[in-house]
C-alpha cells in the first residue's frame, strides 16, 4: 500500500520561476528601469512576489511607494499571461490535502538546488505538513540520485513498495527507476507525454487528481498480490507441499481462457542451471531483430511482475488488476497452485498482446511442469544437476528424463551440456518423438580480456570465429556455457549469427533488465550478488570467488532449507568470512543451524537474525580492497535488493 508520494516538481515549480522573472523584467521596462537575467533561484526564497520584485529595482528606486505600484501591474500582467500555467496550484493544493486525511505522508525532492525547494513549497502549499524535504547533496553533480528517495524513505520508515515518485521531467523519472520506486510522470511541468514516456514513466497524468485514481489501481494491486501469495500455494515460499503434480489445472485455466498457448510461437527453455540466464539471452536477440518479444520466468526477487515481460517491460500493475478482476471466481473454484495461475496469466497476456515470439522458462522440471501445455518453436534444456531429488528423482538419469519431457514430436531440442548418464536419455526421448536433437558442442566462447563490469569474448562455431571483441556484461564465469546454449539454439533456428547476436549479449542488460547472475552492484567496496543456490551453481561460483584479487572476501550467506548445504560447504573458499544470514520466508535455514556446519568445516562465520543485519556487519567491516559476495538463495538476493 502506497504510505509516501514524494513529489519532485522542481520543473513546474521554477518554470513558474522563469515567468515570474521575465514578468518583473517585462514591468521594469515598461518603467525605463534596467533589466537582467534574473536567478530565480537567487531571488526568490520563498518571501513572496513583493520581494522578488524588491530586489530587481535599482537600489535607488526601492522606496514602498515604487514597490507597490510596480505590484499593481505585475499581478494583472502576470495573472493575464501565465494563468494556465499558474491554475494547477490549487489542484496540487486540494490532492495534497487529500492525501493527508488519507494519512500518506508527503515528501518534497528535488535533484536541483534543494536549498530553494523547501520555501518554495511552503510558500505554494502553507496547509500542507512535508514529512521530508531533501534534495541534492553539496558537491554531487546534478543526476538521477537514488540517494534522495532513500533518504526519504529512511525518515518516513517506508519499504519501496509504498512510495509513489512524482515528476514532471525525464531525470526524475530516472531517479525512480534507479531507486526502484513506482513513477508517474505529470504533464503540468509543460513537459512533452513521449519524453515522459521514453524516459521510464510507469504512469502519466495530466491534472493533480488523476493521482489519486493511480493511486487507488496500485492499492488494488497490493491487495490482489497479497490475496494470492497468501492463497495459493507457492513453492517459492514453502517448498513442496506447494507442488501439484499433473496438467490438469493448468489445463482447465487455458479452457476457461480461450486456449492462449496455442496462440504462441514460443521456445521452451528446461534445466538445473541457466534456463534463467538463457532465456534472457533469446529474449535479448529477438528484440534486437525487431520482434516483440514475451518473455516468462521465475521465480522473481523484488516485484512479482518481474516474472511476465514483453520488450524488457513487466506487465503493468493495471494489467495484472483486470486480469484477476475478469477471472479470479472461476480460477479459485480449481483451486491452482500459485505457478500455474501465473503461468495461465503469462500465456493469456502474451496472447492478448499479441506477441511475435515468447520465451518460456520452466518452472520446476519439465515433463509435469505447468508451461509444458505448449508446443514451441523449440525445446531448450541447458545442463542437468541434482536438486529437487523429492520430486524429480534422486539420480541424474530419473532428473534427465522429467527435464526431456519438454521435448515435444517433430520439435527440434538442444542439449547445452550433457553427460554419460544424461545424454542417453535425451537420446532416448528425441527419437521416440522424432525431435532433431542438437548440442552446443560445436560452440566455443572464449573470453580475451576482462574488467570488472565487462568480459570481452570471442565467439567460434564449427571452428571458425564467427564474432570476436563482443563486450559481454554477464561477469559469471559460467555464463561462458550459457551463451553457447544460446548459440546453439539460435542456430537450430536458422537464425544469422552476425551482429545482431552482437547486440543481443552486449544490450542484454537494458533489454531484458536480468537481475542477479554474478550482477556487480557496487565498486567500493567491490560487491557482487548470484542467486546460485544448487551444488551445480556453487561449483562454478565457489571456482571463481577464489579467483578474485582483493584483500579479504566477505560472503554474506543463506539457504533454503531443502537444499544440500553440507555438500555446498565443502566447496567454500576457506580463505573468507562468512556472514550467514537467513530471509524472510518459511523455507528459510535458520542461521543458528548454519553456523555450526561452518566451525566444523573450519571456516570463519558469523550468524546473524537477517540478510539486512548481515550484510550491514559485512559492509562495516570491509575494507576498500575487500570484495563482499551477496547469495547462497534467490531468496538472499532478492530481500536484499529490496532493502
Same mark, same amino acid.
Given at each position: 500500500?502506497?504510505?509516501?508520494v ?24 515598461q ?29 535607488e ?72 524535504? +531533501?534534495?541534492?547533496?553539496e ?7 537514488? =540517494? ?5 524513505? =529512511? ?32 504533464l ?10 521514453q ?10 487528481? $488523476?493521482? +489519486? ?18 492463497? #495459493? ?5 514453502i ?17 476457461i ?21 538463457? @532465456?534472457?539471452? +533469446? ?11 514475451g +518473455?516468462?520466468?521465475?521465480?522473481h ?36 497452485s ?5 503461468? =495461465?496469466?503469462?500465456?493469456d ?45 534422486n ?24 553427460? $554419460?548418464?544424461?545424454m ?47 563486450q559481454?556484461? #554477464?561477469?559469471?564465469?559460467y ?5 553457447? @546454449? ?13 551482429? @545482431? ?26 560487491t ?16 571463481? #570467488? ?8 566477505r560472503?554474506?550467506?543463506g539457504?533454503a ?16 568470512f ?16 548454519? #553456523? ?7 571456516l ?7 540478510v539486512?543485519? =548481515? ?7 570491509a ?5 563482499i ?15
Amino acid at each position: 500500500m502506497i504510505k509516501v508520494v514524494v513529489f519532485d516538481l522542481d520543473g513546474t515549480l521554477l518554470n513558474t520561476l522563469d515567468d515570474l522573472a521575465d514578468s518583473t523584467n517585462h514591468i521594469l521596462a515598461q518603467h525605463g528601469f534596467p533589466t537582467h537575467p534574473l536567478d530565480a533561484y537567487r531571488y526568490f526564497v520563498g518571501n513572496g512576489i513583493a520581494k522578488l520584485v524588491e530586489r530587481a529595482l535599482p537600489a535607488e528606486h526601492r522606496t514602498a511607494t515604487t514597490i507597490q505600484t510596480m505590484l499593481n501591474e505585475f499581478i494583472p500582467y502576470y495573472n493575464l499571461h501565465k494563468a494556465d500555467k499558474t491554475s494547477v496550484y490549487p489542484g496540487m493544493t486540494q490532492l495534497m490535502k487529500t492525501l493527508q486525511q488519507k494519512g500518506i505522508q508527503i515528501a518534497v525532492a528535488s535533484n536541483k538546488v534543494h536549498s530553494a525547494m523547501q520555501p518554495l513549497m511552503e510558500h505554494y502549499f502553507p496547509e500542507i505538513h512535508f514529512a521530508a524535504a +531533501l534534495g541534492q547533496r553539496e558537491g554531487i553533480p546534478i543526476k538521477p540520485d537514488a =540517494a534522495i528517495v532513500n533518504d526519504i524513505m =529512511a525518515v518516513c520508515k517506508a519499504k519501496r513498495s509504498e512510495v509513489l515518485y512524482v515528476g514532471d521531467t525525464s531525470v526524475d523519472m530516472q531517479t525512480a527507476a534507479n531507486a526502484r520506486v513506482t513513477s508517474v510522470g505529470v504533464l503540468w511541468g509543460f513537459r512533452d507525454r513521449k519524453e515522459l514516456e521514453q524516459s521510464g514513466a510507469q504512469y502519466i497524468i495530466e491534472k493533480p487528481e $488523476e493521482l +489519486l485514481s493511480v493511486m487507488d489501481l496500485l492499492n488494488r494491486y497490493d491487495e490482489i498480490t497479497e490475496h494470492i501469495f497468501q492463497c #495459493l500455494p507457492m513453492y517459492h515460499k514453502i517448498g513442496t507441499a506447494a507442488y501439484k503434480e499433473g496438467l490438469e489445472n493448468i489445463e482447465t485455466l487455458m479452457d476457461i481462457l480461450d486456449h492462449p498457448e496455442k496462440k504462441l510461437r514460443a521456445i521452451h527453455v528446461a534445466g538445473t542451471n541457466g534456463k534463467g540466464s538463457v @532465456t534472457h539471452l +533469446l529474449s535479448s536477440y529477438f528484440q534486437e531483430l525487431g520482434y516483440k518479444t514475451g +518473455l516468462y520466468t521465475s521465480p522473481h526477487l523484488v516485484d512479482f511482475r518481474e516474472r511476465i515481460k514483453i520488450n524488457g517491460q513487466m506487465m503493468t500493475k493495471k494489467a495484472v488488476v483486470d486480469f484477476f478482476t475478469r477471472h479470479w471466481q472461476q480460477f479459485e473454484q480449481i483451486e491452482p497452485s500459485f505457478f500455474e495461475m501465473t503461468t =495461465a496469466m503469462a500465456f493469456d497476456y502474451f496472447a492478448s498482446e499479441k506477441v511475435d515470439i515468447a520465451i518460456i522458462e520452466v518452472g520446476l522440471g519439465g515433463r509435469l511442469d505447468a508451461t509444458n501445455v505448449i508446443t514451441p518453436e523449440l525445446s531448450v534444456i541447458t545442463n542437468i544437476s541434482l536438486e529437487h531429488t523429492a520430486l524429480l528423482g534422486n539420480t541424474l538419469a530419473k532428473i534427465a528424463f522429467e527435464k526431456a519431457g519438454i521435448i515435444k514430436p517433430g520439435v527440434p531440442v538442444v542439449i547445452g551440456e550433457y553427460n $554419460e548418464e544424461t545424454m542417453p536419455v535425451f537420446q532416448e526421448v528425441a527419437t521416440l518423438r522424432h525431435a532433431p536433437l542438437f548440442t552446443a558442442d560445436e560452440v566455443k566462447v572464449s573470453v580475451q580480456s576482462e574488467t570488472k563490469e565487462v568480459k570481452c569474448i570471442d565467439i567460434e562455431k564449427d571452428n571458425a570465429v564467427i564474432l570476436s571483441n563482443v563486450q559481454m556484461p #554477464l561477469m559469471g564465469d559460467y555464463q561462458l556455457k550459457n551463451v553457447a @546454449t544460446f548459440i546453439a539454439a539460435l542456430s537450430a533456428l536458422h537464425c544469422p549469427l552476425d551482429d @545482431t547476436l552482437r547486440r543481443a549479449i552486449e544490450h542484454l542488460l537494458p533489454n531484458t533488465h536480468l537481475l542477479g547472475r554474478w550482477q556487480v552492484v557496487s565498486q567500493h567496496p567491490y560487491t557482487v550478488c548470484d542467486t546460485g543456490h544448487n551444488v551445480g551453481g556453487w561449483i562454478e561460483n565457489a571456482a571463481q #570467488l577464489r579467483k578474485q584479487d582483493c584483500q579479504q572476501l566477505r560472503v554474506v550467506i543463506g539457504f533454503a532449507n531443502d537444499k544440500d548445504v553440507e555438500s555446498i560447504i565443502h566447496l567454500l573458499p576457506e580463505k573468507a568470512f562468512y556472514y550467514l544470514c537467513q530471509a524472510n520466508i518459511n523455507r528459510a535455514l535458520p542461521s543458528e543451524e548454519m #553456523l555450526p556446519m561452518f566451525t566444523k568445516n573450519h571456516l570463519q562465520a558469523h550468524a546473524y537474525p537477517t540478510v539486512k543485519a =548481515a550484510y550491514l556487519a559485512a559492509l562495516a567491516d570491509a575494507g576498500p580492497d575487500d570484495m563482499i559476495y551477496i547469495g547462497g538463495s534467490n531468496f538472499v538476493v532478492g530481500e536484499w535488493m529490496e532493502e
